[in-house]
């Protein structure tokens, strides 16, 4: 499981004393890789490199979005529609281009053949994601694994004292929430009217 900050990081932010025994860098470890996760599913992806296969259907005949991609290691295409993949694209055939900011990268083919059209006909071995974590996706997982080392406190989710009683509700961190939704790691929810 992917893990965007480390027990020492948490632990520093969460201002406990080193050194740490091993059960608390255990449960440290655990909400750092919960948290880890949550992020990947409220914004549909992983934040660090793995190398994979994986399987394209072009936006054009010259462009396909190929994602968050780091290295590619080779691009095939099936140009006769049986998912044999017999046609390498050469690296001088296309290079990567960054239209939309820091999310996504575009694959144009500058050969003078076309992409093939149908569905998952270009096959790409890539490592796909990042190297590293960028920071607004390591504050929110420290924001979101702090809340989770604090819910020990709380089993209920309730949390009584001399403010009084609070609830917890939400599953996720609002201000961790925040941080993805600005930086444009998850869309802002649509009210819909039936």
């Known amino acids: ?26 449960m440290l470890t655990r909400a750092i890789e919960t948290a880890s996760a949550q992020i990947d599913g409220l914004c549909g992806r992983t934040f660090v490199a793995v190398p994979e296969t994986r399987y394209f259907t072009a936006l054009t005949p010259t462009i396909v979005d190929v994602g968050y991609v780091t290295t590619i290691t080779s691009i095939d295409l099936d140009t006769t529609g049986d998912y044999t993949y017999g046609t390498p694209l050469d690296p001088d055939d296309y290079f990567l281009t960054d239209p939309r900011g820091r999310r996504y990268l575009q694959l144009k083919n500058t050969a003078v053949e076309t992409l093939p059209l149908g569905l998952n006909l270009i096959r790409i071995v890539a490592l796909f994601g990042e190297t590293t974590p960028p920071p607004d996706i390591k504050m929110a997982t420290m924001l979101q694994a702090a809340r989770l080392w604090k819910r020990k406190d709380a089993v209920f989710g309730e949390i009584a004292g001399e403010v009084g009683y609070m609830r917890i509700r939400d599953w996720f961190d609002m201000d961790a929430r925040e941080i993805l939704k ?12 039936a």
């Not at 600005?182 to 009217?193: C, D, E, K």
């Open 182 to 193: 600005n930086g444009g790691w998850i869309a802002p929810r649509r009210l819909v009217f």
């Open 1 to 26: 499981m992917p893990q965007y900050v480390s027990p020492a990081e948490l632990s520093q932010h969460l201002n406990m004393r080193p050194p740490l025994d091993v059960t608390q860098t255990e």
